[in-house]
């Protein structure tokens, strides 16, 4: 009788044993410990993304002082006027919790001189622009966690508020000259650093385990800077991931920015642009 009562106790200790094998872990010491595939998931998640941004179109109207100059630029005008660009994303959250960044900037330059005919008269002139547009927000995030692979349908929708920081500089400088004497000089500057109240939102769905559509848009300024003190993002585009944590994604991008000091005389910038955008992001 006891040892068929102990052989039953002991089959029924080795089939819980078996039910709890793939959830616990017994130590040496005879304690139960938990598995690593039942340990709770980091609630810490964060985003890099580096990109570049290629204008197809670019105009700009800066005014020093009353006086106004346009330049309106296609691809090739850019391409060959650029002198540096950076640009590059950024996310941490906790929870639905998180902060973003979105750095910017680019310079533009060009110089160029012209004779007359006869040699009488030489004009040179050199132009110089940058523009930085920095980011930095309280983000909250709604659906699921961002990811380079997902099931179709998943999707997140992340409205966003801060700060944006533009920094516009402007040099100009025009010179005639004549038997290498200079015969006319004038100079002129533009340079305003100003901060906005920022809001806007991002959504992305996955189509397919790998592809993604994603979207941006966001509106900076309110008027609360100048008489016009405007920005804007507007993106649509798709993302493939070429790794289980990396993501290649492609979209149309528009940039806007408008500002006027509202002095007399006026002085002021405008700064439009659309094209295409190509970045690489990486999921942690």
């Known amino acids: 009788m006891n040892a068929f009562f102990f052989r039953n106790l002991t089959t029924r200790a080795g089939l819980v044993g078996l039910i709890s094998a793939g ?7 005879g304690q139960a410990q938990t598995s690593e595939a039942d340990a709770p998931a ?3 998640r964060a985003t890099v993304e580096l990109y570049g941004l290629a204008p197809l179109k670019l105009d700009t109207r800066t005014t020093i002082n009353g006086f106004s100059t346009n330049a ?3 691809l090739g005008d850019v391409l060959s006027r650029l002198k540096w660009a950076s640009s590059l994303r950024a996310s941490v959250e906790h929870g639905r919790l998180g902060l973003l960044t979105d750095l910017y900037y680019s310079k533009l330059g ?3 001189a012209r004779t007359t005919p006869r040699g009488l008269l030489t004009g040179n002139a050199k ?4 523009q930085g547009i920095y980011d930095l ?4 995030r709604i659906g699921d966690p961002e990811a380079a692979v997902g099931q179709p349908g998943q999707f997140s929708l992340i409205p966003y508020a801060g700060v944006r920081v533009i920094d516009a500089q402007l040099d100009t400088e025009a010179e005639i000259s004549s038997n290498g004497q200079t015969i006319f000089q004038r100079e002129g500057s533009f340079g305003r650093t100003w901060a906005q109240p920022l809001l806007g939102t991002q959504a992305t769905v996955f189509l397919s385990p790998r592809l993604r559509a994603f979207a941006r848009a966001d509106i900076g300024g309110f008027g609360l800077s100048g008489k016009r003190d405007l920005s804007g993002n507007a993106q649509l585009g798709l993302g493939y991931a070429v790794g289980n944590n990396t993501d290649l994604n492609i979209s149309w991008r528009y940039l806007g920015i408008e500002y006027d000091n509202n002095k007399t005389p006026q002085s002021g910038f405008k700064s439009t642009q659309n ?7 990486f999921f942690f």
């Open 23 to 29: 959830s616990l872990l017994i130590s040496p010491s």
């Open 42 to 44: 980091t609630p810490w």
């Open 72 to 74: 309106d630029l296609d």
């Open 110 to 112: 060009q110089e160029g």
């Open 127 to 130: 132009l110089g622009a940058s």
């Open 137 to 140: 927000a309280v983000r909250y």
């Open 275 to 281: 094209g295409i955008e190509v970045g690489l992001k």
